[in-house]
């Protein structure tokens, strides 16, 4: 049985920092697609970064150079480093998988929500001004 499960949000001021980690079991985490989401009050859920099994790494063009994704596949474990924080990052954020068998999603998919199949259950980030 696949789970992920984030841990690390809460509440700051803008400008500072929070770092999300979701461990992962139940399938082979060295051989997945794996994905940060967020979902802001009355919006929809939109990818944020994305890393595969090499390390390449894709971002949303708003947290670039700000928001760091990374993989310990020793420990089946993805993080999201999120510095110089806004208001506007406010959102439940969740750490995604794509099925191994899957393969890599298509060039500029990487951060589609269809491309991934398993979900965590979200964890709250807020960010106050």
């Known amino acids: 049985q696949v789970q992920l499960v984030e841990s690390g949000g809460g509440s700051v001021q803008s400008g500072g920092s929070l770092r999300l980690s979701c461990a992962a079991s139940?399938?082979?985490?060295?051989?997945?697609?794996m994905a940060w989401f967020r979902q802001a009050p009355g919006k929809e859920r939109e990818g944020v970064a994305a890393?595969?099994?090499?390390?390449?790494?894709t971002y949303k063009d708003s947290v670039k150079g700000r928001f760091t994704i990374s993989r310990d596949n020793a420990e089946s474990t993805l993080t999201l480093q999120m510095n110089s924080l806004k208001p506007e990052d406010t959102a439940i954020y969740y750490c995604?998988?794509?099925?191994?068998?899957?393969?890599?999603?298509?060039?500029?998919?990487?951060?589609?929500?269809?491309?991934?199949?398993?979900w965590g259950q979200g964890t709250q980030v807020t960010v106050s001004s």
């Open positions: 995604a998988a794509r099925a191994p068998y899957r393969g890599g999603p298509r060039t500029k998919t990487e951060l589609s929500e269809s491309q991934y199949d398993y």
């Open positions: 139940g399938y082979t985490f060295i051989t997945s697609y």
């Open positions: 890393i595969d099994n090499d390390g390449r790494l």
